[in-house]
């Protein structure tokens, strides 16, 4: 059975600015189940970052609503119930880590919850072991690489058991290997049945997901999983979006296989 954890019903948000308006979400409409993997792809400006801001009432909206675990974002009741269900995670790991020392830092959500120190203890224990950084709990977080500093601020998401979390181009600022631990872990945390958005440019990181949304203008173009989404290279670059690289040598190379990923590539050559 699936339930549905997020539900957008024209959503419409509008920044006022100097000279005038700006439409950053253009009446949108979807829903996310409990434990779905979505990616949101989609070009600069194309509203990305604010709909991420309406998952935990950063932002209200303008018009229409958007429910999260049932909650309506827009009555103020409601904020710290949704900030308790919803994680975010940011471009710039630097902006997010409080503390001095690594647990500390995790810790630092729970402490402000007036958790119970053994409680404190046992879920941060759990939860370095979930980013697999217990090695460094004692580290100052400014001796790690970005990479680790990311799983940190994820690491401070799982202590607090967050059913949902946001990754807003989370390895945007990060190194190859960096990039992929993140990943890892956030594959992790979708295994044990948390609802994951991972906003990103990286489309081999968004061929992982479940589902694609594709964003343009402040609106969902497109809506499916990877293979749908990849399936018409043409349109993902009309939109100024790359495609993964196995997908774009597949269609270079014009194989009859609908290629995804390193692997699909690397079996459809062995077959030819
Ligand atoms: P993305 O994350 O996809 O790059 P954003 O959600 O950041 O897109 O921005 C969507 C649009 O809203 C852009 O045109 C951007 O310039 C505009 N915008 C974003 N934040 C603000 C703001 N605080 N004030 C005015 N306009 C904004
Ligand atoms: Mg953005």
Do not use: C
Request: negative net charge; proline residues 3%.
């Amino acid at each position: 059975m699936t339930m549905e954890i997020i539900k957008a019903e024209n959503l419409k948000h509008v920044y006022k600015t100097a000279n005038g308006e700006k439409i950053a979400l253009d009446d949108i409409n979807f829903s996310i189940d409990d434990g779905e993997f979505i990616a949101i792809i989609g070009t600069n400006g194309s509203g990305k970052s604010t709909l991420a801001k309406h998952f935990n009432a950063l932002l209200k909206p303008t018009a229409g609503k958007i429910f999260v675990n049932g909650l309506d974002t827009e009555d103020d009741e409601n904020l710290w119930a949704i900030r308790e269900n919803v994680g975010m995670v940011f471009q710039n790991p630097d902006n997010e880590i409080v503390a001095a020392i690594v647990e500390d830092d995790i810790a630092f959500g729970l402490e402000n919850l007036g958790i119970e120190p053994a409680e404190i203890r046992r879920r941060v224990d759990l939860a370095l072991d979930t980013v697999n950084m217990t090695d460094y709990k004692n580290f100052s977080p400014s001796k790690l690489s970005g990479g680790q500093k990311q799983r940190i601020a994820i690491a401070g998401a799982v202590a607090m058991r967050t059913k949902i979390i946001v990754f807003d181009e989370p390895t945007a600022m990060l190194d190859p290997q960096g990039r992929r631990e993140v990943l890892n872990t956030i594959q992790k945390l979708h295994a044990q049945g948390l609802t994951i958005i991972l906003i990103t440019h990286f489309m081999e990181e968004a061929a992982t997901a479940d589902k694609i949304f594709v964003m343009e203008g402040g609106k969902i173009l497109k809506i499916g999983t990877p293979r749908e989404i990849f399936s018409d290279v043409k349109e993902i670059k009309r939109l100024g979006l790359d495609v993964p690289v196995a997908v774009e040598l597949a269609a270079r190379l014009k194989l009859p296989q609908k290629i995804l990923n390193a692997k699909e590539f690397i079996a459809a050559i062995k077959n030819l």
